[in-house]
Structures are given as C-alpha cells and as structure tokens.
C-alpha cells in the first residue's frame, strides 16, 4: 500500500478544506489530471492503479494523529481533526479511464471540502507507480550521495529552504529516507509540507494555499475580483496565521496590482510559483515601497521547479532586498536519474451549491503556455484582467 495515512498529504490540503468547511459548506468541485508528458499508459497499469485507489477507503486518521495534529496545528480547531477522523475516501467518486490516446484521465467530484483531499495521494500514487510499471530503480546510494552536496550547499551559505515534494516523489520510500537525512544533517532545513512526515521526524509542517482558492474565488465571483477576495476571505478564516499568499494564479502582475495596503501589511509574504524570479522580485519590492513598507521585513517563498544551485543564486540576488525562503519538491524527492511525471491535478469545474449550474475554472501561469482551462475560458479571463492586447 502505498499511502498509508491520511497525513500522508500536504499540509495546505487541511487548511483549504477547513476554509471550504468554514466559508462555502455547500460548493462542489471537480479536480481533474493531466499528464503534461502526455505518457501514454496500458490497461494492465490501469488496472493497477485502480486497485491501489481502492484501498485508499481504508484509512482512517488514528487517535494519536488527532492529538499530534490538535495540539501542532492551532490555527485549525480539534472540530476539523474529529470531523475528520469520520472522513472515508469513497472510490466511487474518483472516475478514472485511458482515452482513446492511451493518456490517462482522473477525475474527482464531490463537495469542495472534501474533494480537495484526494489531489496529493493521488498525484504520488500515480508517480511511485508509473514508476514500478516502467521498471525504474531508485539508487538510494547516488540519491543520497546527491542529497549531501545539495544539504552542504545550504549548510555553508544558510540557504533556508523546506521539502515539498509528496505529490511527485518517486516512492514513499525514497521520500521518507530523504526526510529522514534531512533531519539529521540539514541546518536550515525548515520542515516539510507532509503532515505524517512531520509528525515522525518531529520536523514543523509548512503551507498556506493553493491555486485552487483563488481559482474558486475566480469562477464565483469573477477573476478582477479573485485575488482581493481569496485573500480577504483567507484572513476571516485564520486571522493572520498561514500568511504567505500565492501570487501567480492569475499572473503575478495582476496580483501585485490587486495587492491592498491592508493585505500587503498584514500578510508575511508571498509565494513565487512561476514566471521569471528575479523580475518578480524587482517588482514585488517595488509594490511593498509604493505602499510604505519596508519590503525586508517580508519573506518571498520560491517553489519554481527550483534545485539548490538556482535557490542560492536568488538567495543572492534578494539580500538586502526582501527575505526568501525555498519549497523544493522535486529536485529532493525525485532526483534519480530518471524524468520525473510532469503531473497536476487542477480544479476545473466548481459550483456554489448543488442547484447552481458548474462554472470552469482557470489559471493563468506566469510560464508561458501553461495557462490551464478551455481555450475559450483563458480567453474571457485575458479579456477581463486586459492581458490579450
């Protein structure tokens, strides 16, 4: 089995579950996969895959991941633990086929607050088992080996940086050993975005949110108003905690534009998941000086496809400019040998209650030509925030 936990996930999972519970009860949600490679798969991995889906209706959050969690997580209520010790994943939710290409189609729907928990198990059992279908072997000794030149690296220049790599690891296995070195030699480690590894190497849980708020936010109430108003909404639920906001759901541009005084102040930082870093630095502290602060008292959390070269050239360029500090997912838990999957699993559809018609939702990356959503979509989003002329 090879998701064995419900913490076995990201730890921004939980807390955009708790805002759906909070604030929209009643939204529904379909999250869909692509396979940017465009691998194509057989019947025989399918049928794989299914059965190891299938036993994610097993687990069940135990009393000791209750209490860890209540007493590691105050910003989210013992309520949201003991609701979930109830949750079941239900296959019978999770629709999965290889079209007529042989590319492999997932979809999930069900109301928001659970729905958004099926994208990060499903993600890494899809990537460990591509994997044992392909017959590709992990050389533990050269990942290892690899490790230690990229934790030396960030031992002599204090290069602050936290492990994000749960949704394309290549197996639990090479994550865990990864975490577990971590633990042990990494001096500016500063945790992990998975809720068990945390809780068993004793290591901080790290995240905020992710696209799919101000993708939700863009669909119900209109992408000028997306970013403003996920934020707004972000801050009623966790007053002030969880305070790096994501910036490039809609291009970081508009965010900046959108950022208000208030927001700008009261947020710690924001996170760079796209686009070119170093020009978003420029113009991120150029917008914290048109709004009187004081940009080195803010953090930007880089989490760009990034290895650890590139990371300590940005820790370079942003000293005595703005704080910084790195999410590095793939380059530490996939860094084998052999491509890592290229894997998303996005909102698509969403709806506000069920007697609400679906509305798509969209994003629009900094990277060119990863915008994601029907072309017609993107378009009408290009259109509202003026992008397309």
């Not at 064995?4 to 807390?15: H, M, N, Q, S, V």
């Not at 999770?94 to 928990?117: G, M, N, P, W």
């Not at 969209?362 to 259109?383: W, Y």
């Amino acid at each position: 089995m090879i998701v064995r936990t419900l913490l076995d996930t990201d730890l921004y999972k939980f807390t955009t579950s708790y805002a759906y519970i909070k604030l929209f009860p009643n939204a529904m949600g379909k999250f869909s996969f692509h396979d940017r490679n465009e691998t194509e798969y057989t019947e025989e991995f399918l049928e794989r895959l299914k059965n190891e889906i299938d036993k994610l209706s097993r687990l069940r959050l135990t009393e000791e991941e209750l209490e860890y969690m209540t007493r590691n997580c105050r910003f989210l209520p013992r309520v949201y633990w003991e609701w979930l010790s109830s949750f079941r994943f239900h296959p019978d939710k999770i629709k999965i086929h290889l079209d007529k290409a042989h590319h492999l189609r997932i979809e999930v729907s069900d109301f928001l607050y659970k729905a958004t928990l099926y994208e990060v198990p499903l993600l890494a059992i899809v990537s460990e088992i591509k994997n044992q279908f392909f017959g590709n072997v992990a050389d533990m000794d050269e990942i290892l080996c690899k490790l230690s030149e990229k934790v030396e690296l960030s031992n002599r220049h204090q290069l602050r940086f936290s492990e994000f790599g749960t949704r394309r690891r290549f197996s639990v296995h090479v994550q865990e050993t990864v975490i577990g070195k971590l633990k042990e030699t990494a001096q500016y480690c500063t945790g992990t975005s998975n809720c068990y590894f945390a809780m068993k190497y004793d290591m901080k849980m790290m995240g905020t949110h992710p696209h799919e708020w101000f993708m939700f936010h863009g669909a119900q109430f209109g992408y000028k108003h997306a970013n403003y108003m996920a934020l707004e909404n972000w801050v009623n639920v966790y007053d002030g905690d969880l305070g790096i906001a994501l910036s490039d759901t809609y291009t970081s541009g508009i965010f900046l534009s959108n950022l208000s005084r208030k927001q700008a102040k009261l947020f710690d930082g924001v996170r760079c998941d796209s686009g070119n870093e170093f020009e978003f630095i420029d113009s991120l502290v150029s917008r914290y000086k048109e709004l009187g602060i004081d940009a080195t008292t803010k953090t930007i959390v880089f989490s760009n496809a990034l290895d650890f070269t590139k990371a300590l050239e940005i820790q370079e360029y942003c000293k005595n400019k703005i704080r910084c500090s790195f999410g590095i997912g793939t380059n530490l838990t996939n860094d084998t040998g052999f491509e890592p999957s290229n894997i998303v699993m996005k909102l698509t559809q969403c709806k506000m209650n069920v007697n609400q018609e679906w509305r798509e939702c969209i994003k629009l990356s900094d990277d060119e030509g990863k915008h994601t959503g029907s072309p017609e979509e993107v378009q009408a989003c290009l259109h509202e925030l003026r992008l397309n002329r």
